[in-house]
């Protein structure tokens, strides 16, 4: 039987899940951010869904699809993510380009406002800024005869290229750029 008087207190961050130990102290933690607890188990990620709140689905692509939601701990409208993988490989990949992700702030580059496994469901669930507008695709189909002004060109490509080279100074590399 467990003693009540000696339980275990986990404490643990909102954005990984990550679990604070006994030499942290509670000057690491922001004011805004949220601190879930157990009484002894590991962190269940599956919790934090319960605070995000689907509203439509925005698109679909090889990796799993993306959605229109609300977050009820940011206060934002945000977009998630919800990719599937089937291996640990690609979850290890999938990772690791979100955490690189997670150490930008620019501008022309979404804001990753966390992310965390489901591994019940082999998913994992990104939530990032919610971007409202069109893709570029379709701004350039609604031009005349499917065609920028130059000058109109120069100012995307500057946004773009402005962006891909804060990514090299922080040595990342972007693999899938679609223009």
């Given at each position: 039987?467990i003693n009540p008087?000696?339980?275990?207190?986990?404490?643990?961050t909102?954005?990984g899940?990550?679990?604070l130990?006994?030499?942290?102290?509670?000057?690491?933690?922001?004011?805004?951010?949220?601190?879930?607890?157990?009484?002894?188990?590991d962190?269940?990620h599956?919790?934090?869904?319960?605070?995000?709140?689907?509203?439509?689905?925005?698109g679909?692509?090889?990796?799993?699809s993306?959605?229109?939601?609300?977050?009820?701990?940011?206060?934002?409208?945000?977009?998630?993510?919800?990719?599937?993988?089937?291996?640990?490989?690609?979850?290890?990949?999938?990772?690791?380009?979100?955490?690189?992700?997670?150490?930008?702030?620019?501008?022309?580059i979404?804001?990753?406002?966390?992310?965390?496994?489901l591994?019940?469901?082999?998913?994992?669930?990104?939530?990032?800024?919610y971007?409202?507008?069109?893709?570029?695709?379709?701004?350039?189909?609604?031009?005349?005869?499917?065609q920028?002004r130059e000058s109109?060109?120069?100012?995307?490509?500057?946004?773009?290229?402005?962006?891909?080279?804060?990514?090299?100074?922080?040595?990342?590399?972007?693999?899938?750029l679609?223009?």
């Open positions: 039987m008087y000696f339980l275990k207190i986990r404490l643990f909102l954005k899940g990550c679990e130990t006994n030499t942290d102290t509670m000057g690491s933690v922001s004011e805004q951010e949220y601190i879930f607890y157990s009484l002894g188990e962190f269940d599956g919790a934090r869904m319960e605070f995000i709140h689907k509203k439509a689905k925005l679909e692509g090889g990796f799993g993306v959605f229109l939601a609300d977050d009820d701990i940011t206060k934002d409208e945000v977009a998630i993510k919800v990719l599937n993988f089937s291996s640990s490989s690609n979850s290890h990949m999938i990772t690791k380009e979100i955490e690189a992700l997670g150490q930008l702030r620019h501008r022309g979404v804001k990753l406002h966390d992310y965390f496994p591994p019940k469901k082999q998913q994992l669930i990104v939530v990032m800024e971007l409202k507008g069109k893709e570029l695709n379709d701004l350039w189909r609604a031009q005349p005869h499917r920028f109109h060109v120069y100012a995307l490509m500057m946004q773009m290229l402005n962006a891909v080279q804060y990514c090299h100074t922080r040595k990342v590399i972007h693999r899938d679609k223009f």
